[in-house]
């Protein structure tokens, strides 16, 4: 019934041509902007945490994200960790009926889709979500590591933020393929199946790191740019920078420190498919074994 009454609003507020777009982003991900009408007759359910299902796991106890409702202005009604609105949200949803949220959303679909359909409806409800974070009045943003992507960022394994076999070697006989260090290798700032922080690789580390994927040998000027370059990772992992401060990453999510554990993780649809990312999921989902396949 729940579902019937979701998808009778989803039709009625949501124009057709922005549903139905993709089998990978469905229609059934536009539940976490219509959640306030789902509860109508829920007065006893004030708030709510959604996070994307299958990719997304709590580190933490959740109870401890409501505490960032407190500092939610007179008119915002959800909140997100900053560059983490796509897979996770607070909701406040009294605040959302009484805002008319659900007309709110339905204006901003229209006004989009018009000339654009196929950019903004590509991944169902994930571009409107990320507009209606953008808009300070109703969207409250905080800085804290509940939406981690364990990318590795000037490593080993730093070409392609650590999703790409670069230990396999291709040579003429093909049935010769080295796969044991991808297969059995997991993310640096991985401790255990609970326990995980944002790595920053040391000196020596990216030093090898980035010497190695260039020209063997390197010149005596390029052995001097490379100690350069990596000194600034080395302090950053050193004194707990940020990601961006330290030189390692800019851009999505760069404002996560060095060494911070992480509250929560997401695994995109790339890190997924990585062997330790599907042994963490699968740990989390109750798998009794683990391992390579």
Known sequence: DILRQFFKVLRA?????????????????????????????RSDVATMVFVDAGDYVFLEDVSL??????????????????????????????????????KILSEIVKSRIDSETEIWCSLGEGMFTKVLSQNTSLWYTFDEPWVVEPREHGGVQARGGGVNN?????????????????????????????????????????FLAITLAGKVPPSRSQYK?????????????????????SGLHYGH?????????????????????????RNFLNFWAGAANLGRG
């Open 13 to 41: 507020n949501i124009e057709p041509g922005c549903l139905g777009q993709t089998e990978l982003f469905g229609d059934s991900g536009w539940i976490r902007l219509f959640v306030h009408e789902l509860f109508r007759h």
């Open 65 to 102: 994200v409501l505490s960032q409702r407190q500092h939610f202005s007179a008119s915002q009604l959800a909140a997100s960790p900053r560059h983490g609105e796509m897979p996770f949200q607070l909701l406040d949803l009294r605040r959302m009926r009484r805002a008319n949220f659900t």
């Open 166 to 206: 670069l230990w396999r070697k291709t040579v003429d006989d093909a049935s010769w393929q080295d796969d044991a260090i991808w297969q059995d290798r997991v993310y640096p700032g991985l401790f255990d199946w609970t326990v995980l922080r944002i790595h920053c690789p040391l000196f020596l580390e990216s």
């Open 225 to 245: 740019f490379l100690g350069w370059s990596v000194r600034s990772y080395h302090l950053g992992s050193v004194i707990n920078a940020t990601l961006e401060d």
């Open 253 to 277: 999510l760069s404002f996560l420190r060095c060494n911070e554990r992480a509250l929560g993780v997401h695994f995109t649809s790339t890190l997924k498919r990585v062997p330790w990312g």
